[in-house]
């Protein structure tokens, strides 16, 4: 298990923008694909980004508005999110690609003028 801490999250209006970060602790980071997941208000948590190696890939829900990047050195994984719509409200999440890992607190993203 590794300790993973989101944060970044906030108020932000319709067709802003946010940068998620996510700390692992432990140096077993890099050797694992990583994931940003999402869990709005009564549904269920879903992947919307995964990075593997150099290989990423996104929800259709988020194509081209969100990019996923890591920094090995750092054991940190990040979200850029553009163009934030309503329905991208939600509390954020980074495990790994499987959800191996214990969940975090995650950091709540809400979307509203």
């Known amino acids: 298990q590794v300790p993973l801490v989101e944060s970044g999250g906030g108020l932000v209006q319709p067709g802003g923008s946010l940068r998620l970060s996510c700390a692992a602790s432990g140096s077993i980071f890099r050797f694992y694909a990583m994931g940003w997941y999402r869990q709005a208000p009564g549904k269920q948590r879903e992947l919307v980004a995964a990075i593997t190696g150099g290989v990423t890939n996104y929800a259709d829900s988020v194509k081209g508005r969100f990019t996923i990047s890591r920094d090995n050195a750092k054991n940190t994984l990040y979200l850029q999110m553009n163009k934030l719509k309503p329905e991208d409200t939600a509390v954020y999440y980074c495990?790994?690609?499987?959800?191996?890992?214990?969940w975090g607190q995650g950091t709540l993203v809400t979307v509203s003028s």
């Open positions: 495990n790994t690609d499987k959800a191996a890992w214990a």
